[in-house]
């Protein structure tokens, strides 16, 4: 699975202790910036960019970290075939994927720690769009209106 992955400032820190942590459980992160701590970076530029790949077709599922979480999911929404959430519970994280085909999850690194943000990201990664016909008929309702 492709996974993009990206933070301004406010998420910096979590995304770093994310890849680390994932990565050494096999996940394979490409990691779409900030590559290094600034404090004046915006988190649109990164939004725009995990928001982009998947709205292209790059990758499967994507992170965003910022401040709250909630720039970067208004963000990210703006992209056709996006559908990312701010989940800062696991049952959210997990629902979201198999009834909801989220594709972005968006964490706040000023509202969550790195052990809540753990199972959070775990239970996101591992979940997998439903095929129960409601929940297919549900997307196909939320996608007419990309049309
Ligand atoms: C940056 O200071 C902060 O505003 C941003 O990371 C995010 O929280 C916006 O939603």
Known sequence: ????????????????EIKEIFSKQGYVF???GNTVYDANDDYPDFAGAVAAAICEGRAE??????????????????????????????YSARQG?????????CLGGR??????????VSGYLQAQFSDEL???RRLAKVLAFEK
């Open 1 to 16: 699975m492709n996974i993009v992955i990206g933070a301004d400032h406010g998420g910096f820190a979590l995304k770093e």
């Open 30 to 32: 490409t990691d779409l």
């Open 97 to 105: 994927v198999l009834h909801d085909a989220m594709n972005v999850l």
């Open 111 to 120: 509202i969550i720690g790195i052990e809540p943000a753990k199972e959070i």
């Open 134 to 136: 409601r929940h297919a």
């Open 61 to 90: 599922k994507g992170i965003i970290v910022c401040g709250s979480g909630v720039g970067a999911c208004i963000a990210a929404n703006k992209f056709k075939g996006v559908r990312a959430c701010v989940c800062h519970d696991t």
